[in-house]
């Protein structure tokens, strides 16, 4: 298992080198599009630091759209962006020189399976969406409590629902493709994760504070159909041999970007996603 932070990539199976590939495309897009609960996150992360943060630590930072909401938020601080792959953090570099954030914007190479990497101490421990691809969720919760300074903080976000992006009747094929895919994904795992609290009062931590944040857009944004293609040919490639024939014939319509079915041509999209974030507190 991974934490390059593949919000909804988590399943089993062999991924195909062209869909590790858009990857990172599919996460800039999924900031682009729910991206807007990060900046509530990190306000309420903000209300709960007791003094201006000096470090923060994005741990499995994926593309860095986190580790730069931090670097706003936080101006004072040092930000160290996480991440076990070496495209993302070079995607983190870019971006970081992008917005003129490059020089408190660091990144470190490392594969939290096999321990945590040697960062000095820190103010705010950032996880999203990355905290359920380790193999030991527990034992790196340890190590995060471990790093954090007296009164640190610690902030884990999951999503807690893939997201919605089609309407109910296509106008073709059965009603409720889309209900039926993530059915079909949920018995995969997908995206699988617990309530985080218990395991992060096990680390030692306290305070812990559980809120739920959603995001909606209408209309759609313009990237919504660009999102809509790459995630819907990672669940095509996941759900192989597990949809009915009418199912998997209306989801490659929707992917054929010559058809105007296609999801690159519908005026019919919607933008509905949701996150769980857990903050606590190292005493």
């Given at each position: 298992?991974?934490?390059?932070?593949?919000?909804?990539?988590?399943?089993?199976?062999?991924?195909?080198?062209?869909?590790?590939?858009?990857?990172?495309?599919?996460?800039?897009?999924?900031?682009?599009?729910?991206?807007?609960?990060?900046?509530?996150?990190?306000?309420?992360?903000?209300?709960?630091?007791?003094?201006?943060?000096r470090?923060?630590?994005?741990?499995?930072?994926?593309?860095?759209?986190?580790?730069?909401?931090?670097?706003?938020?936080?101006?004072?601080?040092?930000?160290?962006a996480?991440?076990?792959?070496?495209?993302?953090?070079e995607?983190?570099?870019?971006?970081?020189?992008?917005?003129?954030?490059?020089?408190?914007?660091?990144?470190?190479?490392?594969?939290?399976?096999?321990?945590?990497?040697?960062?000095?101490a820190?103010?705010?421990?950032?996880a999203?969406?990355?905290?359920?691809?380790?193999?030991?969720?527990d034992?790196?919760?340890?190590d995060m409590?471990?790093?954090?300074?007296?009164?640190?903080?610690?902030?884990?976000?999951?999503?807690?629902?893939?997201?919605?992006?089609?309407?109910?009747?296509?106008?073709?094929g059965?009603?409720?493709?889309?209900?039926?895919?993530?059915?079909?994904?949920?018995?995969?795992?997908?995206n699988?994760?617990?309530?985080?609290?218990?395991h992060?009062?096990?680390?030692?931590?306290v305070?812990?504070?559980?809120?739920?944040?959603?995001?909606e857009?209408?209309?759609?944004?313009p990237?919504?159909?660009?999102?809509?293609?790459?995630?819907?040919?990672?669940?095509?490639?996941a759900?192989d041999?597990?949809?009915?024939?009418?199912?998997?014939?209306?989801?490659?319509?929707?992917?054929?970007?010559?058809?105007?079915d296609?999801?690159?041509?519908r005026?019919?999209?919607?933008?509905?996603?949701?996150?769980?974030?857990?903050?606590?507190?190292?005493?």
């Amino acid at each position: 298992m991974t934490q390059h932070s593949h919000h909804h990539a988590h399943h089993h199976g062999e991924h195909t080198l062209a869909h590790e590939a858009a990857l990172p495309d599919l996460l800039d897009l999924d900031a682009e599009i729910f991206g807007s609960y990060l900046d509530q996150v990190a306000e309420w992360a903000e209300r709960r630091v007791g003094e201006t943060p000096r470090r923060v630590v994005d741990v499995g930072a994926g593309t860095g759209v986190g580790s730069l909401t931090l670097a706003r938020r936080f101006p004072a601080a040092e930000v160290v962006a996480i991440d076990r792959s070496e495209v993302m953090l070079e995607r983190v570099r870019t971006a970081a020189r992008g917005q003129g954030l490059a020089d408190r914007v660091s990144v470190v190479h490392a594969d939290l399976d096999a321990g945590w990497p040697a960062v000095e101490a820190t103010d705010v421990v950032w996880a999203a969406s990355s905290l359920h691809e380790v193999a030991d969720p527990d034992r790196v919760l340890r190590d995060m409590y471990a790093a954090l300074n007296s009164d640190g903080v610690l902030v884990v976000v999951e999503m807690d629902a893939l997201p919605r992006l089609l309407p109910d009747d296509l106008g073709m094929g059965r009603p409720g493709l889309e209900s039926r895919c993530h059915e079909a994904l949920a018995r995969m795992d997908w995206n699988a994760h617990p309530n985080w609290r218990d395991h992060v009062e096990r680390a030692g931590f306290v305070d812990v504070e559980e809120r739920n944040f959603t995001s909606e857009a209408t209309p759609a944004p313009p990237s919504t159909g660009r999102y809509a293609h790459t995630f819907l040919s990672r669940v095509r490639s996941a759900l192989d041999g597990q949809l009915a024939a009418d199912d998997r014939d209306t989801l490659d319509r929707l992917l054929s970007e010559d058809n105007p079915d296609s999801v690159l041509h519908r005026g019919d999209l919607t933008v509905r996603g949701s996150r769980t974030a857990w903050t606590a507190r190292r005493p």
